[in-house]
Nanobody
Framework: QVQLVESGGALVQAGGSLTLSCAAS????????MGWYRHDPGGRRELVAV???????IYADSVKGRFAISRDDAKNMVYLQMHNLIPADTSVYFC???????????????WGQGTRVTVSS
């Protein structure tokens, strides 16, 4: 199995910055993608940013120019740098990783437990 552990969520004022971290551990042969999602106002999980291996990074329109995703594959970690935060960014942020657990196995999706970000106005 694979475990994802997020950290970095906090209360921050509007206009501030925050960096989230996610560490993947366990039976990891290779990583197909790592990314961040959050709950939308309806409670559905929406994409924030995803970084597929060997392909272009994808950002939600609402965070383009303000958020930056990065990976450290040597440590199996993904980060989300968030700048110019606004109250609408308030949510629980979840780390997602698509992991190959063997050389000929398809990637399986794993989720972290979530870390809360609250932006005060």
């Amino acid at each position: 199995q694979v475990q994802l552990v997020e950290s970095g969520g906090a209360l921050v004022q509007a206009g501030g910055s925050l960096t989230l971290s996610c560490a993947a551990s366990g039976n990891i042969f290779s990583i197909a993608s790592m990314g961040w999602y959050r709950h939308d106002p309806g409670g559905r999980r929406e994409l924030v940013a995803v970084m597929p291996t060997g392909r272009d990074t994808i950002y939600a329109d609402s965070v383009k120019g303000r958020f930056a995703i990065s990976r450290d594959d040597a440590k199996n970690m993904v980060y989300l740098q968030m700048h110019n935060l606004i109250p609408a960014d308030t949510s629980v942020y979840f780390c997602n990783a698509q992991i190959h657990m063997g050389p000929n196995l398809r990637a399986l999706g794993f989720w972290g437990q979530g870390t809360r970000v609250t932006v005060s106005s």
